[in-house]
Each structure stands twice: as structure tokens, then as C-alpha cells.
């Protein structure tokens, strides 16, 4: 037969977040969206921290991104500059090198 206490143990710890110093508002804002939602302000966090961190990331990269946002404006063509070769790297073993 399995306990209540056996069943408790099986269960993930739960961690609990105390956010101070928050715009009323944020918190105003919260109140308003949880009672949209029929949920507390607790539940509401909570539920908007799941979406905002458990959610998969997209894949796509920031420049991936920006490319897509302006592809719709034809892009833009920039002329190559010209290099010149790299100056060689210092040499750090020898201390009489200027």
C-alpha cells in the first residue's frame, strides 16, 4: 500500500520566488490578466514564466531574424572593401622586440 508521504516523495521539489521592488503597474497589470484568465496572481506568474521559459526555442538565430524583417524591402547591396594583408601578430617571447 502505497503512503501519502510515499506519494509526496515522488514528487518534484518545488521552489517558491519572492520578487520585490515591482511597479504597482506590473502588478496591477498581473491582477487584471489573472482575473482574465479566472486564475490567482500567483498561478498567473507562474504560468507566464512556464510560457516565457519552457517554451522551445525558435532555431532561428538574431541575424536570421533581421534578415527576414527586411528581406520584404529588397535588401541593399554594399560594395566590397578593399583589404590589405594582416600586420603579423606580436611575439610576446622575446622582450628586446619593440
Same mark, same amino acid.
Given at each position: 500500500?502505497?503512503?501519502?508521504?510515499?506519494?509526496?516523495?515522488?514528487?518534484?521539489?518545488? $521552489?517558491?520566488?519572492?520578487?520585490?521592488? !515591482?511597479? #504597482?503597474? @506590473?502588478?496591477?497589470?498581473?491582477?487584471?490578466?489573472?482575473? *482574465?484568465?479566472?486564475?490567482?496572481?500567483?498561478?498567473?506568474?507562474?504560468?507566464i514564466l512556464r510560457q516565457a521559459l519552457l $517554451?522551445?526555442?525558435?532555431?532561428?538565430? !538574431?541575424? #536570421?531574424? @533581421?534578415?527576414?524583417?527586411?528581406?520584404?524591402?529588397?535588401? *541593399?547591396?554594399?560594395?566590397?572593401?578593399?583589404?590589405?594583408?594582416?600586420?603579423?601578430?606580436?611575439?610576446?617571447?622575446?622582450?628586446?622586440?619593440?
Amino acid at each position: 500500500m502505497i503512503t501519502m508521504n510515499a506519494l509526496l516523495a515522488l514528487e518534484k521539489p518545488v $521552489a517558491s520566488l519572492t520578487i520585490r521592488n !515591482l511597479d #504597482s503597474s @506590473i502588478k496591477a497589470n498581473l491582477r487584471l490578466r489573472a482575473a *482574465l484568465h479566472g486564475r490567482s496572481m500567483e498561478e498567473e506568474a507562474r504560468q507566464i514564466l512556464r510560457q516565457a521559459l519552457l $517554451a522551445p526555442p525558435s532555431g532561428e538565430g !538574431l541575424g #536570421s531574424r @533581421i534578415h527576414r524583417r527586411f528581406a520584404v524591402a529588397g535588401g *541593399l547591396e554594399l560594395p566590397e572593401v578593399p583589404r590589405s594583408p594582416a600586420r603579423p601578430a606580436p611575439d610576446f617571447q622575446d622582450p628586446d622586440t619593440p
